[in-house]
């Protein structure tokens, strides 16, 4: 089986508290003299603490257009992307030139060359790695990416494969726009990185006894949602990404995920109660509530990832990594038993992994 064999995230050092960017973001998205209570209010209910951003908060005024925006993208990610990549690498005690495939994701901005190719030099890439540079899966990219090295390492059990998600959600913010879509995606969606490197089951790395490597990878499973493509995505405009975010996403959750998680489980021969840890996505407060009770999860299931959103915020694709990074390092399960990895995002579709700590 697949081998996690680290997983590192990376936060850009701009940090500040919610109430902070709420003032500075109700100076960019509403008109002047505009009554506020929406965005006040809708920032609070997102029930994140703090973000860290992609610039200087006083920097977002003077993003003029799509152009400008994405410059700023390109050059934080291939910074954010080395940084998590190479102490990804460095905890598994691997070097770039052991890479044989490196897949990069994002939604929050596009680069040609792509960013895994602009790292490639700064990493230590050999320069026959094989790139996937992967674009439009949004907030299930993480598991998806996750899923997608497994189905590689399968067919090349020998092999080291990286996945690395960068999304800096808050270029995407939509100047004098004082929609309720627009509002709530600048109360919820932070900036970061996440790397994970995995490897073959007959990589000498996978058996190392010396090194304590992180879950195997057993099974994974995707599921799109027929008739539900306009509930969450982007409308690209000359201002760049603007969200589309339906307000009945919860709903969707509770009508497919249960069926979905739990005919996966039962497939593998188990069931809800055995699974030892949920790692998954931070999707905002009412996703979350719906996942655990569509599932019902018993109490405390969710709380590394309420803990992530509160911390960092929803990174769309980093974020169900981070939640991973920390379940290694704060809540590491018994060694042998099962552990699912769930994240959402546009299509709409899910997409489940099936860990064995």
């Keep these: 089986m697949t081998r996690i064999a680290a997983v590192r995230g990376a936060l850009p050092p701009n940090r500040y508290p919610q109430s902070e960017i709420t003032d500075a973001f109700a100076r960019i998205c509403l008109p002047p003299g505009a009554d506020r ?3 006040d209010r809708l920032h609070t209910s997102a029930r994140v603490g703090h973000r860290n951003l992609a610039l200087p908060l006083e920097q977002y005024a003077k993003l003029d257009g799509f152009g400008t925006a994405n410059a700023a993208f390109i050059e934080a990610a291939v910074d954010l992307g080395a940084e998590a990549v190479g102490g990804a690498l ?4 691997l070097t770039g030139a052991d890479v044989d495939m490196i897949m990069f994701t994002s939604v929050t901005g596009i680069a040609a060359p792509s960013v895994d190719a602009r790292l490639a030099t700064r990493l230590g890439l050999r320069p026959d790695v094989k790139r996937v540079p992967v674009f439009g899966l949004g907030c299930v990219a993480g598991a998806a990416g996750i899923a997608r090295l497994h189905d590689y390492l ?7 494969a990286v996945l690395l998600s960068v999304e800096l959600c808050s270029l995407t913010l939509q100047r004098g726009d004082a929609s309720t879509v627009n509002l709530v995606a600048s109360g919820l969606f932070g900036d970061g990185a996440a790397a994970v490197v995995a490897c073959g089951p007959e990589h000498p790395s996978s058996t190392a006894a010396d090194r304590p490597y992180g879950p195997a990878v057993v099974a ?4 799109l949602y027929p008739g539900t493509e306009t509930v969450m995505g982007w409308e690209v405009r000359d201002t760049g990404f603007r969200v589309v975010l339906d307000a009945g996403v919860p709903e969707v959750v509770r ?3 249960a069926d979905d998680v739990h005919g996966f489980l039962r497939d593998h021969g188990l069931t809800a109660r055995e699974v030892t840890a949920w790692v998954c996505h931070p999707g905002g407060p009412k996703v979350l ?3 655990a009770e569509t599932l019902d999860l018993p109490e405390g299931a969710l709380d590394l990832t309420w803990r992530s959103l509160e911390d960092i915020g929803n990174l769309s694709s980093s974020s169900v990594l981070h939640v991973l990074r920390d379940t290694l390092a704060l809540r590491p399960p018994p060694p042998g038993t099962p552990g699912l990895l769930i994240a959402m995002g546009p299509g709409f579709c899910s997409e489940l992994v099936l860990l064995r700590w």
């Design 37 to 39: 209570r929406l965005l």
């Design 90 to 93: 460095e905890a598994a005690g």
């Design 289 to 291: 509530q719906a996942v």
């Design 220 to 223: 994974t499973r995707g599921h």
């Design 154 to 160: 399968r067919g090349w059990p020998g092999h080291v």
């Design 255 to 257: 009508a497919h995920l």
